[in-house]
């Protein structure tokens, strides 16, 4: 983190921040000077014995009253005088706020709950930057709150859904038309998964072109880009559980793409359940969409979120020294207030879009039937499904497969590679290969766009 102000120091190495001396013990109309250590990044834990301030020039007494008292109470000294481990049930008492005044309930809660207090101070410690690009930190919260609106309407959605050959398609069909505001949900539950993908790419983007990865955040690069990976994994295997003519040919051309590779027929037999896509398919996207990906993702956005929370948020390179950082504001609860109403937009758009624009169901896939005109993926994946056109020579996909794994690795490494953004200096030369992969992203795209429509 360098000189950065993060006010998340690794838990346990955080310096104690000294109590604000006393209104009592400055002089009259003096400005009270700042201690350079009151900008210590982590505040220390109230304590009830706090409001005594030390008398000017006398050392702090090393312990508050209370933890005195205790250890008075206590003859054994418990776990506090020795640092010796003793059992719960013979250690002084550890919550601090016991036998303070607060209500019955909240004593209640305090007794039980005290574990997570420590937790709960350290949440609000986190501060984030505000500077003119700030508008870019809000992206990672919306993608999690799409994808926290997927889990809610996909379990929904399991509750009638059958993920077989013969009764797919029908259920979708039943949703759609019997359940009560089961068209509501399925609408809800496709656009999340859109605006989910858009928000990543755009979270993505952005923690790029703001050199957001660099030292010591090169693991948050790392698992956001698996998460990135784990997302379109979803939307891959989510197409085909409707069991509709599009899916169905859509994932025929897509799980056929590593066969040129060395080695790949084995993947793509894993993919499909057998040589071609059939109700195993469905069944293996199913698993997939439901149980693997799903436990997968939040183990790594576990490890994505406490990063976030224990090495802070990034400034932009520079800034610091320009002087373009305005101020911080609290993650708890001032940030995290506009995060949800960045939801709340969110949210709006989500039902405008679900009920302005329905998605179809369109008709039953039939195996036998030749593939229809037009085939083509999710437009998340239209640009490689673009390149994959383009290289039509002899040897030509292999050589886009091999483009985009190497790509990929790139990519991935990108944090270690921008040594030059990890000493904290401007790295144009990585800005500009960013620039060039979104480019050729969105021209990809686009052209997609422009031979099929949308
Ligand atoms: C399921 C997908 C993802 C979710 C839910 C998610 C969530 C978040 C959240 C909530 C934050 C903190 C707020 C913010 O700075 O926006 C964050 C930060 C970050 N994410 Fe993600 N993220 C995801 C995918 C990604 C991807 C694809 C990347 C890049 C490859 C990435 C890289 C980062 C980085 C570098 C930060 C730190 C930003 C900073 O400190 O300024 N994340 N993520």
């Known amino acids: 983190m360098g000189e950065e102000k993060n006010t998340n120091a690794v838990a346990g190495k955080a310096p104690v921040k000294p109590k604000p001396p006393a209104a009592k013990a400055s002089a009259p109309g003096k400005p009270q000077p700042v201690a350079p250590a009151a900008k210590a990044p982590v505040q220390a834990k109230p304590k009830p014995s706090a409001a005594k301030a030390p008398a000017p020039g006398k050392p702090k007494p090393a312990a508050p009253a209370k933890t005195k008292a205790r250890l008075a109470d206590d003859p054994e000294g418990g776990i506090l005088r020795k640092g010796v481990y003793k059992p719960k049930e013979e250690r002084a008492d550890a919550n601090p706020f016991k036998g303070s005044r607060i209500s019955a309930v909240n004593a209640w809660m305090q007794d039980r709950f005290s574990v997570v207090t420590p937790i709960l101070d350290y949440l609000k410690k986190k501060e984030v930057p505000q500077h003119r690009l700030s508008f870019w930190y809000y992206f990672g919260g919306l993608t999690l709150f799409f994808f926290i609106i997927q889990i809610i309407t996909g379990l929904l959605l399991l509750l009638y859904y059958r993920p077989t050959e013969a009764e797919a398609f029908a259920r979708f069909v039943y949703i759609q038309m019997e359940v009560p505001y089961g068209w509501l949900i399925r609408q809800v539950h496709a656009w999340s998964a859109n605006l989910m993908v858009l928000m990543a790419f755009i979270h993505m983007f952005s923690t790029f072109f703001m050199k957001s990865y660099r030292k010591p955040r090169e693991l948050m690069w790392v698992s ?31 799980t056929e793409v590593p066969k040129v590779a060395p080695g790949g027929n084995f993947l793509v037999e894993l993919l499909r359940g057998g040589p071609e896509v059939s109700g195993e398919t469905l069944t293996r996207m199913f698993a997939m969409h439901v149980v693997l990906l799903p436990g997968l993702v939040m183990l790594v956005l576990s490890a994505h979120l406490m990063l976030v929370q224990v090495l802070g948020t990034s400034t932009p390179i520079g800034y610091k020294e320009a002087g373009l950082i305005k101020g911080y504001e609290k993650f708890f609860p001032t940030f995290l207030a506009k995060d949800a109403i960045g939801w709340m937009i969110g949210f709006a ?87 060039l992969v979104l480019a050729f992203m969105l021209i990809e795209t686009y052209r997609v766009y422009l031979d099929y429509g949308w």
Request: aromatic fraction near 18%.
């Open 224 to 254: 956001g880009f698996v998460l990135l990976l784990l997302t379109l994994g979803f939307g891959f295997t989510g197409y085909l559980l409707p069991w509709n003519e599009l899916a169905f040919f859509a994932t025929q051309v897509g």
């Open 349 to 435: 758009l989500l039902i405008y879009l679900a009920v302005m624009f329905p998605w179809e169901i369109g008709v039953k896939a039939d195996p036998l039937a030749a593939a229809p005109q037009g085939i083509k993926p999710e437009w998340y994946f239209w640009a490689q499904f673009q390149l994959l056109k383009d290289f039509k020579f002899e040897g030509g996909e292999l050589l886009a497969i091999v483009l985009f794994t190497v790509g990929g690795i790139v990519w991935t490494l990108v944090p270690f590679i921008d040594t030059r953004a990890s000493r904290e200096e401007r790295s144009p030369l990585f800005t500009i290969f960013g620039i």
